[in-house]
């Protein structure tokens, strides 16, 4: 049941990616021409219906009253991210997306370049995406390889190398809104996995704050805690900000930046001049390979 509720939230953020696209280009926060497109007919109609500004500025209202600041968060994270993938383009051979949902950032990236993209998720994501890809472009681009991957029991380096992943490629991962759903012990063995990884690779990933996943501080969202925790234990793994370099360490990745929320707030919502807060329980991190 676990697994199968959080492979359900794959729809939430390309939600929130969708309906940014109503916003004039100065004000949106992430740019994503697909995101409506990927997502099921039902919430197609919602991102409809929140065309009209009165409508999606009560849609964000009311998804800030389960969890105040998870807008700006879901949605600044994927422009760090872009940030940096963008910026390592010519340093790359390949890319990963661990947990990759319904995201389309494989399938824009084929736009500008062709380099192999591997998507990794859980059997029941990877089938829908196949499905939604050829809905959506009419068949699966040749760059692009759907591997299907349960994090808690499978040897995530066996499957990639099933789909032609070689580990002298220097590899862009994204580790984006995921590793919150996993145990402790998925995460180690992710990051062991990746071990043999070529030097200069680089990965982007989110994490929870472990205070938040413990109950010691709840930052103001006690909604979201008994719906990730209380009902469902649906989060389950948390590491404290400083605690990310050494952890990252102990796998041979070095900590380039970390972001938290008033930076996200600072450098991709003030410039827009809306007024969305950021919330604490989630910050982003960049790190490279050594």
């Given at each position: 049941?676990?697994?199968?509720?959080?492979?359900?939230?794959?729809?939430?953020?390309?939600?929130?990616?969708?309906?940014?696209?109503?916003?004039?280009?100065?004000?949106?926060?992430?740019?994503?021409?697909?995101?409506?497109?990927?997502?099921?007919a039902p919430l197609r109609w919602l991102v409809h219906a929140t065309a009209p500004a009165i409508f999606r500025r009560a849609f964000i209202a009311a998804s800030e009253r389960t969890g105040p600041g998870l807008w700006a968060n879901l949605v600044c994270r994927k422009r760090f991210i872009g940030?940096?993938?963008?910026?390592?383009?010519?340093?790359?051979?390949?890319?990963?997306?661990?947990?990759?949902?319904l995201d389309t950032r494989a399938y824009r990236l084929t736009r500008q370049i062709r380099r192999p993209v591997f998507?990794?998720?859980?059997?029941?994501?990877?089938?829908?995406?196949?499905?939604?890809?050829?809905?959506v472009l009419g068949e699966l681009p040749l760059s692009v390889r759907l591997v299907a991957v349960d994090f808690e029991r499978d040897d995530l380096l066996t499957?990639?190398?099933?789909?032609?992943?070689?580990?002298?490629?220097?590899?862009?991962?994204?580790?984006?809104?995921?590793t919150q759903y996993l145990t402790e012990d998925a995460v180690r063995a992710t990051l062991e996995g990746l071990r043999p990884t070529a030097t200069g690779s680089?990965?982007?990933?989110?994490?929870?704050?472990?205070?938040f996943i413990d109950g010691t501080d709840r930052y103001g969202s006690p909604t979201l805690y008994r719906s990730v925790r209380k009902r469902r234990q649906l989060w389950h793994f948390g590491i404290a900000p400083e605690e990310v370099s050494v952890f990252l360490e102990e796998y041979g990745w070095r900590l380039v930046e970390q972001v938290g929320p008033d930076?996200?707030?600072?450098?991709?919502?003030k410039p827009t001049g809306r007024t969305l807060p950021a919330s604490q329980i989630e910050w982003s991190a960049y790190a490279e390979k050594i």
């Open positions: 049941m676990a697994r199968n509720s959080a492979a359900r939230t794959a729809f939430g953020p390309m939600l929130l990616s969708a309906i940014e696209q109503h916003e004039p280009p100065a004000r949106r926060l992430v740019d994503d021409d697909l995101a409506e497109l990927f997502l099921p940030d940096k993938l963008a910026a390592a383009l010519d340093d790359i051979d390949a890319m990963v997306i661990l947990g990759a949902g998507e990794v998720d859980l059997p029941v994501n990877i089938a829908r995406k196949a499905r939604t890809v050829r809905r499957a990639l190398a099933e789909h032609g992943y070689r580990t002298d490629y220097r590899v862009f991962f994204i580790w984006e809104g995921v680089r990965m982007a990933f989110s994490y929870v704050r472990r205070d930076e996200l707030v600072e450098r991709y919502v």
